[in-house]
């Protein structure tokens, strides 16, 4: 039987790189952002003067991904998936979000 544990913490490091692209466009697109990529946690922070910031994350568990969206504020998400894919699909879509919010209402 395989371990999924291990193979999907390999794939969360793999997509390290997918990760550092997202984070250099947010740069570019001029938002401050702190990427923050371990074996079994990976998170985009977009930093503010506000003490707990807007945050994306995506952490690995036994055997499956938790997709997190923190606004900042009091909105907190979160979507559980077995398969790396969705996971990231939906990290982007939550990075998709937070840019909207912030544009939508700036950053405090």
């Known amino acids: ?12 490091t793999l997509k390290k790189d997918r990760f ?16 923050i990529c371990q074996d079994d946690f990976t998170s985009i922070s977009f930093n503010t003067s506000n ?9 690995l568990f036994n055997d499956y991904f938790r997709v997190c969206y923190w606004d900042g504020y ?13 996971a990231f699909k939906k990290f982007t879509k939550f990075l998709t979000k937070s840019k909207s919010n912030i544009e939508k209402f700036g950053l405090k």
Request: net charge negative; proline share 4%; hydrophobic share 35%.
């Open 1 to 12: 039987m395989e371990d999924t544990g291990v193979t999907a913490k390999e794939k969360l």
């Open 20 to 35: 550092s692209e997202l984070s250099a466009f947010l740069k570019k697109e001029g938002f401050e952002v702190e990427l």
């Open 51 to 59: 003490p707990d910031p807007i945050e994306v994350s995506i952490q």
């Open 74 to 86: 009091g909105v907190a998400e979160f979507y559980d998936y077995k398969n790396l894919s969705k």
